[in-house]
């Protein structure tokens, strides 16, 4: 089974119903998330820009002011 494989292919290929490899490659990529390591950064990393207020559509004065918008 290769990671780009799709389900339909998948239950040709071993003679099940899609619904049954749906099921099965749902649990293998679960068990895969589960398990990966995390990440370790190291030496210099580079981030690019967050546009941190962006829930308030950039007006951070009306979180201040604590009105809806302006």
Known sequence: ???NT???QIAQ???ISEKTAQNMTKKI???IQKNRPDPELSGEVEF???Y???GHKG???T???GSKRP
């Open 1 to 3: 089974m290769g990671v």
């Open 6 to 8: 799709s389900n339909r």
């Open 13 to 15: 290929e071993l003679g």
């Open 29 to 31: 990529r679960t068990e």
């Open 48 to 50: 690019d820009e967050v």
């Open 52 to 54: 941190v207020v962006a």
């Open 59 to 61: 007006h951070p004065e």
């Open 63 to 65: 979180v201040k002011k």
